[in-house]
């Protein structure tokens, strides 16, 4: 369209001397150099003045108030100044036209940001790990909810590249003999009161994981503990040099029910560990020996413990070499904490399941003991800790993806705990647990499936979006 298409609506109320004095100063700017619009101007002036030649005639009332009734509120205003259906034909084209031009460019603007939106949006974190992250988290939970937090400590160190030096042999302890029989209330009894015993005390635990061919590797812990307060372990290497030095505040007791087909014995002598008197629980299912617990007689504290595999050789070992009761104080230069976990209690706090669409109170029959979560640089993690004393399971749940084609990952390594991982979605889901196959598989039964990580555009602009304004 051009410049005189767009004044010569206003030609007529320029020749009226009736246009706004904004519009007047442009409609004469462009007359000063538009010959044709001036001789359409000088054409109207001439129409006007001969129009005003005529002998008028007068209109008759009805006529008067019917138009005056027709214009409404807009009656004692030129014709050319008013809105609605009483505009010019050439006022309302150029309105219409105007309001599609500013759709037009509100169009555009927002087409624009959608583009720049999916142009920025982050791809999804691409773990590299999925299965060594699994079995740290799980290690540092373990050892913040457990009265074995040794085993944890010593797992995290290996999973971290700790050098633990050759394997090595364990001499299973010997059983003194045929024990008295325990209920698995009994049992769960006397290992509650083991796990929530909160005692002062310092000394050495040993650790022993199974490598699956009847070798071992094993560090010592350095343990401190002051009750009320919580616990500090130095993990050392084969050379005996400090690895890693952590700090755990006091947790509290843990849930203990006996897994369902457990049976039960207490041994009927004492025997001695680091030089105290234990007696000794053992466990057994389906007539096979599945755990040993050598528990303080006087202290109530589990001084040493045993796991056992099918074959029932032992697949992990824990106890004290040294043990001093009522005298410790923690070390300055170790105190960065290990974890922060959340007791199951605080879940009742509104939004503390973060990332998942929920978050089970029970697993499996097992009992959510803790939980912990972050958010960093928009992606989210949750992580569950299920434990009821005897088998522990860490479920996890992170923003990203395994890679190009992998839907899922295992492993069963001798001596740790077994880990499944796989992509649900926009995240990916981790299981790890010293349980049986059975309790994965039922753990697995309960979560969300695997279902591939396929963003939609919808989801590309959300996370464009947010980068845009601020987001990380």
């Not at 036209?97 to 720049?116: E, P």
């Not at 007696?279 to 007689?297: K, Y």
């Not at 009761?325 to 399941?353: K, M, N, R, Y």
């Not at 993806?401 to 992998?406: F, S």
Request: hydrophobic share 40%.
């Amino acid at each position: 369209m051009s410049r005189c298409d767009r004044i010569r609506p206003d030609l007529s109320a320029f020749a009226d001397g009736t246009l706004p004095p904004r519009r007047w100063e442009q409609v004469s700017y462009h007359l000063a150099g538009c010959r044709g619009c001036r001789d359409e101007v000088a054409e109207i002036s001439r129409v006007c003045s001969t129009l005003s030649l005529c002998s008028r005639s007068a209109a008759p009332e009805t006529l008067t108030a019917r138009l005056e009734s027709i214009a409404g509120e807009h009656s004692g205003a030129p014709l050319y100044m008013a809105s609605g259906p009483g505009d010019l034909p050439s006022t309302r084209r150029r309105r219409v036209r105007l309001a599609a031009q500013s759709g037009a460019a509100l169009l555009a603007v927002m087409l624009s940001a959608v583009m720049l939106a999916v142009l920025v949006a982050p791809d999804p974190v691409r773990l590299a790990d999925p299965v060594k992250a699994a079995r740290e988290q799980y290690s540092m939970s373990t050892a913040a909810i457990s009265s074995t937090e040794a085993v944890g400590a010593v797992l995290l160190a290996h999973e971290r590249g700790a050098d633990l030096g050759e394997p090595t042999s364990y001499a299973r302890r010997a059983a003194p003999g045929a024990g008295t029989r325990l209920t698995p209330e009994e049992a769960a009894a006397l290992l509650r009161t083991a796990t929530a015993a909160d005692l002062t005390l310092s000394g050495v635990q040993r650790v022993w994981i199974s490598d699956g061919e009847g070798r071992y590797r094993t560090a010592d812990v350095r343990t401190t503990k002051v009750r009320g307060e919580g616990a500090q372990l130095e993990v050392m290497d084969a050379r005996g040099d400090r690895f890693s030095s952590s700090f755990l505040p006091q947790f509290g007791a843990t849930p203990v029910d006996a897994p369902d087909g457990w049976q039960f014995s207490l041994g009927t002598l004492p025997e001695q560990v680091a030089g105290r008197a234990a007696v000794r629980l053992v466990a057994t299912d389906d007539g096979r020996a599945v755990a040993s617990w050598w528990i303080d007689a006087v202290a109530h504290l589990v001084l040493w413990a045993e796991r056992y595999d099918s074959a029932g050789a032992v697949s992990l070992a824990a106890g004290y070499t040294q043990l001093t009761l009522g005298s410790a104080e923690f070390h300055d230069d170790g105190l960065t904490q290990l974890i922060s976990v959340q007791p199951a209690s605080a879940s009742q706090t509104e939004g503390w399941c973060v990332g998942p669409a929920s978050c089970p109170l029970t697993l499996a029959g097992l009992p959510m003991v803790a939980y912990s979560s972050t958010e960093r640089r928009g992606a989210t993690s949750m992580n569950l800790v299920y434990s009821d004393g005897f088998q522990t399971a860490v479920v996890g749940w992170t923003d990203g993806v395994l890679g190009d084609d992998v839907t899922s990952q295992a492993d069963q390594s001798a001596g740790l705990p077994a880990v499944n991982v796989w992509q649900s979605g926009p995240a990916v889901i981790s299981v790890t647990t010293n349980g049986s196959p059975e309790l994965m598989a039922a753990i697995r039964e309960e979560l969300p499936g695997e279902e591939p990580c396929v963003l939609t555009l919808r989801d590309r602009v959300a996370a464009g979006l947010v980068r845009l304004v601020g987001g990380e």
